[in-house]
């Protein structure tokens, strides 16, 4: 059921978007996490609803931006693994159509697009992507693709920049942030945000985009957020009884992106505890935006939205980051927070609405574009989630399964998900795993080669089957699938582009 379109722009809603980067689904206080304490958002989750089986089709930042931004699927947007430099060229993306429809529209910290200053639509950013290697090498002079940087820098009084404490952008040590907290990006982000909130045109409905780099290393949330954790007791990570027999390979000097096969329990606990300690500043800064929004007294006139790009592994699976499709990276995040005073059906009193479908996240823009009345552009493969929740009736025939995938140090990786299970498909062997998610969502044990399960084994390869039919690298042969050794991050329509 589509909302019916205000009479003018200036009777549209506010949307705010709030997107993190490298979230894992499983980590909010609402959804019963053991350690993470994520109250603020916890009660913004609460009045509204909660997708238990959110998945990123291709968790890395650059695809999953894409897909957040585009509501294409891999398959279209053409970004099948992480590859920097490669220029976003989209006609028609979620700000733009805001834009076009008489929105104020702001972006503020991470895009991650190329070129670096592109807008993809919205009428301003105000950016921070985080340490780039690609935007370093093209760019000594970082001012000209950050702005945080030289704001940073003319508070601190020296030539800071933001990663002077040492910590690796895609590492797992951990240091508290060592200057002022109101200097952390974090914060930055925030009152960027709450900066744009407070002078926007009255005249007109926003659209805001918050985007915050962290929980993404470096590990360096403020001392006390980390000290919130650092020695609390946390379960041991989930190591499958397959994962000798498939990561072996990749745990090589080669790879520097990959901590030890299996980080020290001291190092670990560290590491876990500075992450955490990032969920738990980003809950309060987000409240603090919350605080902003009641105010101005915008609370009964927007829509707010919680997402995150991609997951983490922390040592699941002895996986540190992201990239492969396990539920610690591939799952993400996602509840919308109606207007105050608005009335859900099926919610009861101080808890959400909880969904099961497979959602992913290009259904994040025909969502928000249906929650502000407004028409989804034919090109748009993602679907909206609102009649899911809006009415019972309405929601049959939504998707039966979602399909993912990520080049990743043992080739292509693809995974097909209806939400109660899992079948993943290793492109260059040709191994297939198929994992319970209702009984075992930690994906303890593989049962592709369980006769209980051989049906659901056959179902689940036939959807992939369909759904890479006819791609270009081969993946399918005479109805079959076949394995293909190589494959490049961005097919061949993007490769033309560079």
């Known amino acids: 059921m589509n909302a019916p379109a205000p009479a003018s722009a200036s009777d549209r809603p506010n949307v705010i978007l709030i997107c993190t980067d490298q979230w894992r689904g499983d980590c909010l206080g609402v959804l019963g996490h053991p350690v993470v304490e994520t109250p603020h958002l916890d009660m913004l989750a609460s009045t509204g609803v909660v997708f238990r089986n959110c998945y990123s089709a291709t968790p890395s930042c650059i695809p999953a931006r894409a897909a957040l931004l585009t509501g294409l699927s891999q398959r279209t947007h053409g970004r099948v693994g992480y590859r920097d430099g490669v220029p976003w060229n989209y006609d028609v993306t979620l700000p733009g159509e805001f834009t076009r429809n008489g929105y ?15 807008q993809l639509g919205f009428q301003h950013v105000t950016l921070h992507d985080g340490f780039l290697h690609h935007a370093h090498r093209h760019h ?39 200057m002022d907290e109101h ?61 000798d027999e498939v990561f072996g390979s990749i745990y090589e000097p080669h790879n ?16 876990r505890a500075g992450y955490y300690g990032h969920l738990t500043h980003i809950d309060h800064q987000v409240h603090r935006l919350f605080e902003t929004l009641n105010a101005e007294g915008l609370l009964g006139n927007t829509w707010i939205v919680f997402v995150s ?68 552009p034919a090109s748009v493969e993602g679907r909206s989630t609102a009649p899911l929740w809006r009415d019972a009736a309405k929601h049959a ?3 039966t399964h979602l399909h993912g995938e990520h080049t990743t140090p043992l080739g292509s990786v693809h995974y097909v998900t209806d939400g109660g299970a899992k079948y993943v498909w290793f492109a260059r062997t040709g191994r297939e795993q198929l994992f319970d ?22 179902a689940m390869r036939q959807a992939l089957i369909d759904e890479l039919t006819g791609r270009e690298e081969g993946f399918v042969v005479n109805g079959a699938l076949q394995t293909v050794d190589e494959v490049d991050p961005v097919r061949p329509a993007l490769r033309e582009q560079r």
């Open 183 to 243: 200097l952390h990006p974090t914060n930055w982000v925030t009152s960027e945000s709450i900066n744009f909130i407070r002078n926007r045109d009255p005249r007109k409905p926003f659209f805001l985009m918050t985007s915050y780099h962290r929980p993404h290393p470096p590990l360096d949330p403020p001392a006390w957020a980390f000290e919130q954790y650092r020695d609390v007791e946390m379960p041991d990570p989930p190591v499958g009884d397959w994962v």
């Open 397 to 399: 025939g939504w998707r």
């Open 256 to 271: 520097p992106l990959q901590p030890p096969k299996r980080m020290p329990a001291r190092q670990l606990q560290r590491a």
């Open 140 to 178: 000594p002079n970082l001012d000209r693709v950050d702005d945080y940087v030289p704001w940073l820098r003319q508070r601190a009084g020296h030539d800071a920049d933001y990663a002077e404490h040492g910590m690796s952008c895609n590492g797992y040590t951990v240091r508290p942030w060592p």
């Open 104 to 118: 104020q529209t702001e972006c503020v910290g991470k895009m991650h697009v190329y070129p670096e200053r592109s």
């Open 437 to 458: 998610l209702t009984h075992d969502r930690e994906e303890r044990t593989n049962l592709a080669g369980d006769p209980a399960w051989r049906d659901r084994l056959a």
């Open 309 to 376: 790009d991609h997951g983490d592994f922390l040592g699941d699976h002895n996986l540190y980051a992201k990239t492969f499709p396990y539920e610690g990276a591939a799952r993400v995040p996602l509840f919308i927070c109606p207007p105050a005073g608005t009335k859900l059906p099926g919610r009861t009193a101080g808890q959400p609405v909880f969904r099961d479908e497979p959602v992913e996240l290009r259904d994040v823009m025909p969502t928000l574009l249906d929650l502000a009345g407004l028409d989804v």
